[in-house]
């Protein structure tokens, strides 16, 4: 390992560089998966990178093993981001004795507290990875978050060496397009792994039937975290309105959270509960969105959307996407699979913009799938742009 950066040392042999990702785990989250997708394309194709992952909550997560598999190393912090001074002081140490070449944090505000930590050390690039844009801070307090949110985005707006946005919209955001600069601040898009949208599946009639579904279903399909934000209360009374023009139709959901109940409730409520399933956190949407017949994003409008990975893996898989006016228009690679559709527009319009669409033919999805993977969110894309990045250009 080197003890300072350098691409190539005294006698000619290919030093490594040294990453420092500091992520909350390596579990289930967009952030960290996109992550273990870069990493996993770098080991073989970028092998003088060693990528390390320092998570702040402490846990293992789901991608660990695969991550050690490949020669990554994981670092969980012994103590939570609360207990601010032991939790500053034990960062500090990881990264001096780490010696690493890259700090690459992706904490959005919270970065500053590591841009903080590594001051006076030798990394040679701190990097400040924003991926939201409700621009939270991890207090309750409302006053703390207040006084403390503009601070910090200005900490990392000055230390850091470059401010990296998932989309214009956050990049925008978090720097303000008056200071953006574009010799240090760029757009750097998740690239997708569009192999699960190759694999064979069932058929579309045993797929329903499966669910509990007569076989000419027609499937809304809404997957995201189950909560107030994501609006999956509103897709029941969409449903409702749906019916009385294709009595076919029914809804499933794909994600975890606190509404899952919710949802369960109202449903009984209209008495559609028959039409409805609520599948919890699933790892096969590839499957679930071939074999759906509209994606519904009903995410409430303010703040916007920072991306949305999900709509472009809806559009890998063809499938049309029925969208709140939250999404911002970086998402869209096919605009013709989109319907936007304002949420205070009520559920009545959006079950007539979501009947248009299911009465509509459903394109080939490979033709979509060849569209992705070329596009500025494909694999290859994605990490040229992150190891670009690190190189300095």
């Given at each position: 390992?080197?003890?300072?950066?350098?691409?190539v040392s005294s006698n000619g042999h290919h030093k490594s560089i040294r990453l420092l990702h500091i992520v909350e785990s390596l579990n289930t989250g967009a952030?960290?998966?996109?992550?273990?997708?870069?990493?996993?394309?770098?080991?073989?194709?970028?092998?003088?990178?060693?990528?390390?992952?320092?998570?702040?909550?402490?846990?293992?997560?789901?991608?660990?093993?695969?991550?050690?598999?490949?020669?990554?190393?994981?670092?969980?912090?012994?103590?939570?981001?609360?207990?601010?001074?032991?939790?500053?002081?034990?960062?500090?140490?990881?990264?001096?004795?780490?010696?690493?070449?890259?700090?690459?944090?992706?904490?959005?505000?919270?970065?500053?507290?590591?841009?903080?930590?590594?001051?006076?050390?030798?990394?040679?690039?701190?990097?400040?990875?924003?991926?939201?844009?409700?621009?939270?801070?991890?207090?309750?307090?409302?006053?703390?978050?207040?006084?403390?949110?503009?601070?910090?985005?200005?900490?990392?707006?000055?230390?850091?060496?470059?401010?990296?946005?998932?989309?214009?919209?956050?990049?925008?955001?978090?720097?303000?397009?008056?200071?953006?600069?574009?010799?240090?601040?760029?757009?750097?898009?998740?690239?997708?792994?569009?192999?699960?949208?190759?694999?064979?599946?069932?058929?579309?009639?045993?797929?329903?039937?499966?669910?509990?579904?007569?076989?000419?279903?027609?499937?809304?399909?809404?997957?995201?975290?189950?909560?107030?934000?994501?609006?999956?209360?509103?897709?029941?009374?969409?449903?409702?309105?749906?019916?009385?023009?294709?009595?076919?139709?029914?809804?499933?959901?794909?994600?975890?959270?606190?509404?899952?109940?919710?949802?369960?409730?109202?449903?009984?409520?209209?008495?559609?509960?028959?039409?409805?399933?609520?599948?919890?956190?699933?790892?096969?949407?590839?499957?679930?969105?071939?074999?759906?017949?509209?994606?519904?994003?009903?995410?409430?409008?303010?703040?916007?959307?920072?991306?949305?990975?999900?709509?472009?893996?809806?559009?890998?898989?063809?499938?049309?996407?029925?969208?709140?006016?939250?999404?911002?228009?970086?998402?869209?690679?096919?605009?013709?699979?989109?319907?936007?559709?304002?949420?205070?527009?009520?559920?009545?319009?959006?079950?007539?913009?979501?009947?248009?669409?299911?009465?509509?033919?459903?394109?080939?999805?490979?033709?979509?799938?060849?569209?992705?993977?070329?596009?500025?969110?494909?694999?290859?894309?994605?990490?040229?742009?992150?190891?670009?990045?690190?190189?300095?250009?």
């Open positions: 390992m080197s003890t300072e950066y350098q691409n952030v960290e998966n996109w992550l273990y997708r870069m990493f996993s394309a770098a080991s073989t194709s970028h092998p003088q990178y060693h990528w390390t992952f320092f998570c702040t909550l402490g846990k293992p997560g789901r991608l660990d093993e695969r991550v050690r598999q490949l020669g990554g190393e994981i670092i969980y912090s012994p103590c939570e981001l609360d207990r601010k001074r032991s939790f500053f002081s034990n960062l500090r140490r990881v990264i001096r004795e780490g010696n690493y070449d890259v700090l690459h944090s992706h904490h959005d505000f919270v970065s500053a507290v590591y841009l903080c930590a590594a001051l006076g050390t030798p990394i040679r690039k701190r990097i400040v990875h924003v991926h939201n844009t409700d621009e939270g801070l991890p207090t309750p307090s409302a006053v703390k978050r207040r006084l403390l949110k503009e601070p910090m985005r200005r900490a990392c707006i000055r230390l850091a060496d470059n401010v990296v946005g998932i989309s214009n919209e956050v990049l925008a955001k978090f720097s303000g397009k008056s200071s953006i600069r574009t010799a240090r601040d760029r757009v750097i898009y998740y690239g997708v792994d569009t192999s699960p949208f190759r694999q064979s599946v069932c058929t579309r009639e045993q797929f329903r039937l499966s669910l509990g579904f007569s076989t000419d279903a027609k499937i809304i399909l809404f997957i995201g975290r189950m909560v107030e934000l994501k609006n999956p209360i509103f897709v029941i009374e969409v449903l409702s309105r749906l019916l009385e023009i294709n009595p076919n139709a029914v809804a499933v959901f794909a994600g975890a959270g606190p509404l899952e109940s919710n949802v369960r409730e109202l449903a009984c409520q209209y008495n559609i509960a028959g039409r409805v399933r609520v599948l919890g956190w699933r790892d096969d949407t590839a499957t679930l969105m071939r074999l759906s017949d509209a994606l519904i994003f009903p995410r409430l409008e303010e703040p916007k959307e920072g991306l949305g990975l999900v709509l472009v893996e809806a559009q890998a898989a063809g499938l049309p996407i029925i969208a709140s006016a939250s999404i911002t228009e970086d998402v869209k690679v096919f605009p013709e699979l989109f319907e936007t559709v304002p949420v205070a527009a009520g559920a009545a319009v959006w079950a007539e913009a979501v009947a248009t669409r299911l009465s509509a033919p459903r394109p080939n999805h490979e033709d979509f799938l060849k569209g992705i993977d070329s596009s500025r969110f494909g694999l290859s894309q994605s990490l040229s742009s992150l190891m670009a990045l690190y190189e300095g250009r």
